[in-house]
C-alpha cells in the first residue's frame, strides 16, 4: 500500500519532472486540493493532458481559513478518504501546486496519515516552486555569495515582514498579490534602497503570465500590477547589474 505525492510545479505542465509525469500517466486515482466545493483544483489543471483516460479524479476541499481547530476535521476527512482509496490496492496520487514542502496542503495530509495510518508508505515527489520560475524567467539570482533570502507566505502581520526582511538581502512574498502595495514602504524602512530591485509577477509560467522588473522608487505610492492569489513578488536589496 503506497501513496504518491506529487509537486504539480508553478503552472506549466511542462515543468513537471519526468518521475512526476510517469506517475501520473499510470495512476488510477488522483486527489488534489480546491478552496471550496464545486471549485476547480489548480493542481488538476496543470497536470491534465498526463491523465490516463480511466483514472478517476477527485478533488478535495481544504478551505482558505485561519482557524486551525476548524480545518483539521477537513484535514482528517481527506486523509481518511485518500487512505481508503490507497487501501484498495488502487494506484493512487495526491497532488499539489509548486512542491509539497513548501506551503503545501500536504503536510497535513502528511501528519494525518502517519498517525492514523501507519501502514501506507508515502513517496513524496518534487517539484519547481514559482520562486525558481519566475527567477528563470526575470533572469535574476535568489541569492549570491553569502546573501541571505527570507519567504514570506503573505504579508497580515507587517511588523514581523519588517523585522524579517531587515535582516535578509532578498525577500520572496507568495501568495497574495492583493497585499503586495503594503510591503513597498515597509521595505524602505527595513533598508532596502530606492534603487533596489523588485519583480512581481503572478499566473507564472502558465497562460496570462505577467511579470514586471521595476526598482522599489517606481512602486513607492502606486497600485501595483497584481491582484490575483497566486501571485509572487522577489525583492532584491542590492542590484548587481
Aim: aromatic fraction near 8%.
Amino acid at each position: 500500500m503506497k501513496l504518491f505525492c506529487i509537486g504539480c510545479g508553478p503552472g506549466d505542465p511542462d515543468l513537471l519532472t519526468v518521475r512526476a509525469a510517469d506517475l501520473i500517466k499510470s495512476a488510477d486515482m488522483i486527489f488534489a486540493p480546491t478552496a471550496r466545493e464545486g471549485k476547480s483544483s489548480i493542481a488538476l489543471s496543470i497536470v491534465e493532458k498526463y491523465i490516463g483516460n480511466f483514472a478517476k479524479t477527485v478533488s478535495l476541499v481544504f478551505p482558505m481559513v485561519k482557524n486551525r481547530e476548524s480545518l483539521r476535521d477537513y484535514w482528517k476527512r481527506n486523509a481518511d478518504e485518500i487512505a481508503s482509496a490507497v487501501k484498495t490496492g488502487k494506484k493512487v496520487i495526491y497532488l499539489t501546486v509548486g512542491d509539497p514542502a513548501l506551503y503545501s496542503t500536504w503536510i497535513y495530509i502528511q501528519r494525518e496519515l502517519k498517525r492514523t495510518h501507519k501502514d501506507i508508505e508515502i513517496e513524496i515527489v518534487p517539484g519547481v516552486t514559482s520562486m525558481f520560475a519566475i527567477a528563470a524567467k526575470a533572469g535574476i539570482s535568489l541569492a549570491e555569495g553569502d546573501e541571505t533570502v527570507a519567504i514570506v507566505p503573505a504579508c497580515y502581520d507587517l511588523e514581523k515582514v519588517k523585522r524579517t526582511a531587515s535582516a535578509c538581502d532578498t525577500v520572496i512574498f507568495l501568495k497574495d498579490g492583493r497585499y503586495f502595495d503594503r510591503v513597498i514602504d515597509m521595505l524602505g524602512e527595513a533598508g532596502f534602497p530606492d534603487s533596489a530591485t523588485v519583480a512581481i509577477a503572478q499566473n507564472v509560467s502558465d497562460e496570462g503570465e505577467l511579470l514586471e522588473m521595476k526598482k522599489i522608487s517606481e512602486l513607492r505610492g502606486k497600485k501595483g500590477p497584481t491582484e490575483k492569489y497566486f501571485s509572487i513578488m522577489v525583492a532584491k536589496k542590492n542590484a548587481r547589474d
